[in-house]
């Protein structure tokens, strides 16, 4: 998995590119940690992100719980079919708010 970030005034967008496995999740959970100080405010860049298994949806829990008790904020965009299946599934869609694109994201922010 490679991971990208990019700045737009005070939101961070993350771009996760790749799978999100139990192989790239500990990787992921550690670069995405080091990006959340106290009133964050992240976008997760799904649109490249093909696949994510349940160690992928723990990392994403993680990293939600860490925002939460720094007072940030941090929704998701893009996800392709198959992830967005996986997170209705699994009943993440409610824990985490997606949108369609990355402005529509930032502007929810």
């Known amino acids: ?8 005034d005070n939101i961070k967008i993350i771009r996760l590119i790749g799978d999100l496995d139990g192989t790239s ?4 959970r550690e670069e995405i940690i080091s990006h ?16 994510i298994s349940s160690a ?11 925002l939460k008790a720094k007072g940030g904020q941090g929704v998701l ?11 209705e599934i ?7 708010t997606s949108y369609e694109s990355i402005d529509t994201a930032i502007n929810s922010l």
Request: net charge negative; with cysteine.
């Open 25 to 28: 999740a500990p990787e992921v």
């Open 1 to 8: 998995m490679k991971i990208e970030v990019e700045k737009k």
């Open 77 to 87: 965009a893009g996800l392709v079919e198959e992830v967005k299946d996986v997170m």
């Open 36 to 51: 959340i100080n106290d009133n964050s405010k992240l976008v997760f860049d799904m649109s490249q992100c093909e696949y």
């Open 56 to 66: 992928g949806l723990r990392v994403l829990l993680i990293i939600a719980k860490k």
């Open 90 to 96: 699994t009943g993440f869609d409610h824990m985490l």
